[in-house]
Nanobody, 122 residues
């Protein structure tokens, strides 16, 4: 079973950047596809980005494509989300998620972190 802990959230002005980190423990990290989701107040949780096991293919929601970059470091067992050109509508709690073998862009991930708050001021 994988345990996930996110960090790096905070308050940033519109146009700024933040880097979120997700540290994993308790599993064979290289067997897992990793993803980031977010949930804004009053809204459903939505997919942001994902990265596959193996070659590390990446997938992005249209709303963040070109602004966000997901990456993984298998040696450190971490998954990062680099966010640039942040907008007020990016304000949400961001969650890291893990799933064995197959990457998906829906919420079908069995393992989740506790979330980290990102607030973008206008």
């Amino acid at each position: 079973q994988v345990h996930l802990v996110e960090s790096g959230g905070g308050l940033v002005q519109a146009g700024g950047s933040l880097r979120l980190a997700c540290a994993a423990s308790g599993g064979t990290f290289t067997d897992y596809a990793m993803a980031w989701f977010r949930q804004a107040p009053g809204k459903e949780r939505e997919f942001v980005a994902a990265i596959s096991m193996g070659v590390g293919n990446t997938y992005y929601a249209d709303s963040v494509k070109g602004r966000f970059t997901i990456s993984r470091d298998n040696a450190k067992m971490t998954t990062d989300l680099q966010m640039h050109s942040l907008k007020p509508e990016d304000t949400a709690v961001y969650y890291c998620a893990a799933r064995r073998f197959v990457v998906v862009t829906n919420s079908g991930y069995p393992y989740w972190g506790q979330g980290t708050q990102v607030t973008v001021s206008s």
